[in-house]
């Protein structure tokens, strides 16, 4: 999935390929009973249903000249069972079909979503989340028709071409040949069609994805665009957006329907044709009763070409959204076990940076030959101008990215070798970002351990200072919060996240900005929960405030692709360098 914006195209590499549909064939197999059965069912049904016209010819060719009214009754008898049968054995089909319909939509975005949440940072840094979803609903939804209903429908359409042909050419031969005689120019005329019918649908996937991911951005932003009174200029641009998606979907609906009028006018002409020879013939020739039947079988001789050609442009649309939900599931996983990864055992908490470079582009390095040594239990604060590497440490210490070169150790063991579960589950990792998921605090506090009681979950609040606001609030810990905390100030989402982190008892602790949203009071009242929580841990600590981390064992000012000054807080001021100007310009303000 190629990386871009709200506003720019998605572009594929592979042309028109089969094999996309034949992919899909895995999906189908696991209920592949319940589409066998639909398609009998069907092919009963269809059967059944074309047994009709034969039974009018019968009728007016030899019960009504003969006075046979017997034979009439009996004729009359046999097409009531026969449409009674028809419409059972439909509905008993549609209902298989809802079934496996559904089951494969959930089975495909089961594979999807389990794909997303393997797939590293790097993944969604450049990559409009918008546009992922439309993958996961949108696409998922267009396909599931026409990998059940259409395969089946397919299948019963081909064999009602060849079932109506033989009724047909057992009524007249001739006459038959007539209503064939149009087949040539369709298939002429669908061949013609079908590049540019591609490309229409595959512009409106593109024009549909840009959309959704520009209106996911601007719902996530909406505080924002109404604090700088933005809704007109943004307006402006999702209709501009909208525009382009209509104008795209008519022209692929006007493409589309050039199938079906074909074969509309070459059906009627072909009837007309057989009307005509058919006339020419009467008498002897051909029976009143035999042009009848023939005309009912002409037109539904035509019928499953018009549905087949409906499937066409079903399975046309079809291929270009598994493209894209195929592209996705093959996007490769950066960050993941190696084949021969280990468990990590239980850690002390020793890390070490062995000559480390990282770059997120490929191009501009973070780090350059970056080494640190830190031993278990030891503080390590990371200070340093915005944009030097402080957040890339920890993260690579996490391995939510992979090295360029060199290594990362933990208690001797390198995290590229050990499995990603062993690693993060060991760790305590408070990001910049504190996310905030919709249910109930308690929920949002048990997220990374499942089975932790509920005295567990209030002893962690109270070690961070969150207890307090917690009690205060409408349902206390059942109170529920919305996406993002919606509902919660910065300070106590912040709060929160910290306790989440606390309960998972990590050998590692990462903060990433952990206090910055934390006034003053509440943070001296923090102080005293860290002291508690940091003792016997390794902890990585970023802070702008430098007062939140005077108390660390060592202090790193990361500048330059690598460490530029260390020491402790006493140290680093004696130096009188980078540190000490930071804190003392600190100071002033």
């Not at 719902?219 to 909208?242: C, H, P, S, V």
């Not at 894209?324 to 076990?337: A, C, G, K, N």
């Not at 070798?417 to 249910?439: E, N, P, W």
């Not at 330059?560 to 002033?588: F, P, R, V």
Request: charged letters at 20%; glycine letters at 6%; one cysteine or more.
């Amino acid at each position: 999935m190629a990386r871009n914006r709200f506003d720019v195209d998605e572009t594929l590499e592979t042309p028109f390929n089969i094999k996309h549909l034949l992919r899909a064939g895995v999906y189908i197999k696991r209920h592949k009973q319940k589409m066998i059965l639909s398609l009998v069912f069907s092919a009963i049904s269809a059967a059944c249903a074309l047994v009709g016209p034969k039974l009018i010819e019968t009728a007016l060719n030899v019960a009504v000249p003969n006075r046979d009214y017997k034979m009439l009754f009996i004729l009359a008898g046999i097409m009531l069972l026969s449409i009674l049968l028809s419409i059972f054995f439909s509905v008993k089909r549609s209902r298989y079909m809802t079934v496996v319909g559904q089951a494969i939509i959930y089975d495909i975005r089961k594979d999807l979503f389990e794909h997303l949440q393997r797939l590293s940072f790097q993944f969604y840094d450049d990559r409009p989340h918008g546009k992922i979803l439309t993958r996961v609903i949108n696409y998922v939804n267009s396909v599931s028709d026409a990998l059940s209903n259409g395969i089946i429908n397919f299948i019963l359409e081909i064999f009602n071409l060849i079932l109506i042909a033989v009724f047909m050419f057992m009524c007249d031969v001739r006459l038959s040949l007539v209503v064939m005689a149009g087949i040539p120019l369709f298939l002429i005329i669908v061949l013609v069609i079908k590049p540019a019918q591609r490309r229409a649908w595959q512009d409106v996937s593109n024009k549909s994805s840009n959309l959704n991911a520009y209106l996911h951005e601007s719902l996530d932003g909406m505080k924002i665009t109404q604090a700088f009174t933005r809704e007109e200029e943004n307006a402006k641009i999702y209709n501009n957006l909208n525009t382009k998606m209509y104008k795209s979907w008519m022209k692929a609906q006007y493409t589309s329907n050039l199938v079906w009028f074909s074969v509309n006018n070459i059906s009627t002409w072909v009837v007309g044709a057989m009307y005509l020879v058919g006339f020419s013939l009467l008498g002897p020739a051909v029976q009143i009763g035999t042009l009848i039947a023939i005309s009912a079988y002409a037109w539904r001789f035509w019928q499953p070409i018009l549905q087949l050609s409906n499937l066409y442009n079903t399975f046309i649309n079809a291929v270009a959204y598994l493209e894209r939900i195929f592209e996705m599931i093959d996007e490769p996983v950066l960050v993941d076990d190696a084949p021969d990864a280990t468990e990590l055992p239980p850690i002390k908490g020793d890390v070490t940076f062995d000559d480390v470079t990282f770059s997120y582009d490929g191009s501009i390095n973070v780090l350059e030959h970056f080494n640190l040594d830190v031993k278990a239990g030891e503080s390590i604060a990371l200070v340093g101008p915005t944009g030097a590497g402080k957040t890339t440490v920890v993260n690579l210490i996490s391995r939510f990215y992979n090295i360029n070169s060199g290594r990362v150790l933990v208690d001797g063991h390198d995290i590229s070798k050990v499995t990603l579960h062993s690693l993060r589950a060991q760790m305590g990792i408070m990001l910049q970002d504190s996310f905030i998921f919709s249910g109930t605090i308690m929920d949002n506090i048990r997220y990374g351990r499942l089975d932790a009681t509920d005295e567990e979950i209030i002893a962690a609040a109270k070690t961070v200072r969150a207890h307090e606001f917690i009690s205060e609030m409408p349902d206390g810990y059942y109170t529920q919060v919305n996406e993002r905390g919606s509902r919660l100030s910065q300070g106590q989402k912040q709060l929160i996240a910290f306790a989440r982190t606390l309960l998972s008892d990590p050998k590692i602790l990462v903060l990433d900005e952990a206090t910055s949203s934390i006034d003053a009071k509440t943070e001296r009242l923090l102080q005293e929960g860290l002291q508690a929580l940091l003792k016997g841990r390794t902890s990585f600590i970023i802070a702008h405030r430098l007062s939140t981390i005077k108390n660390c064992d060592r202090i790193l000012y990361i500048s330059n692709k690598g460490i530029a000054e260390s020491g402790s807080h006493d140290e680093l001021m004696e130096q009188k360098g980078h540190y000490y100007q930071l804190y003392t310009a600190q100071l002033e303000e």
